[in-house]
């Protein structure tokens, strides 16, 4: 059995360990028999803003910040997607983790999509949550609104797709998964299975994925050394699901030949 794993993250991401380099994961690739690709997907927000810029999130409800940023940022990406390139025959694949900003817009440059293999969409940070002093209801409404529009703004793969939300409410209702499978579905999205933060919704995400056949990735979103090349999580949920890799429609990418 061959694993893809198409959203991992290098010392370019902010939160990522330091020393985590493409060279690290071209290296676990080579020793790993069952791993034949992996993806870098580092964060949007961290190849276009500084750090302290980051972590405000301004840009998520003023794009204007991104156009300000948007050379400076390309230059950033275009200098790692060509580290990352120097490793394509050994399995690495290129990509980015985007948000999707107040105007519909992701946080990557549009012009250098045809660079990346995979282009993973998430949320991290909504303007409407609990810190902001939103009702439950008011939060799931929004929080769905942003994920149906993130579906259709162009990403291959939807990253962690209830992890913000199961931060935000008690108990997210049930109803929600096939709701959030059939958005990614209707736009050709991947929904993604990820081991970086487990959430309770995961089993009954990937039961939904196999009976309606929707596009799935077993996604590591390593951090850490430790978290890179692994899919314990993925397996025990397969197991706990009552599946197998056979159950289920696995993505591939198409961006790149
Ligand atoms: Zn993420
Ligand atoms: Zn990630």
Redesign the pocket.
């Known amino acids: 059995m061959k694993f893809n794993d198409y959203h991992a993250h290098t010392s370019l991401s902010y939160c990522c360990d330091i020393g985590i380099t493409p060279r690290t994961y071209a290296d676990v690739v080579q020793r790993t028999d069952s791993l034949e690709s992996v993806a870098i997907t580092n964060h949007g927000f961290a190849i276009y803003f500084p750090e302290p810029t980051a972590w405000r999130w301004e840009f998520m409800t003023d794009p204007a910040m991104f156009d300000e940023q948007r050379d400076w940022g390309n230059e950033r990406l275009l200098r790692h997607l060509d580290a990352v390139d120097e490793f394509r025959e050994k399995g690495l694949r290129t990509g980015v983790?985007v948000e999707m900003m107040s105007d519909g817009r992701l946080t990557v440059d549009p012009k250098l999509a045809d660079r990346l293999d995979v282009i993973v969409g998430?949320v991290?940070w909504l303007p409407v949550s609990w810190n902001t002093g939103g009702d439950p209801g008011e939060i799931l409404d929004f929080w769905l609104a942003h994920t149906h529009r993130l579906c259709q703004a162009g990403i291959d793969v939807l990253?962690?797709p209830l992890r913000w939300i199961s931060g935000q409410v008690d108990g997210v209702p049930k109803e929600i998964v096939p709701t959030i499978v059939e958005m990614a579905r209707d736009a050709n999205v991947a929904i993604e299975i990820n081991a970086h933060y487990i959430v309770e919704t995961d089993v009954p995400l990937i039961r939904e994925a196999a009976r309606t056949g929707a596009r799935v990735t077993f996604c590591t979103?390593a951090h850490r050394r430790d978290e890179i090349g692994r899919f314990d999580y993925h397996l025990e949920l397969l197991e706990e699901a009552g599946l197998t890799m056979d159950s289920l429609t696995f993505w591939q990418p198409s961006r790149r030949a």
């Open positions: 983790e998430s991290h990253g962690h979103d």
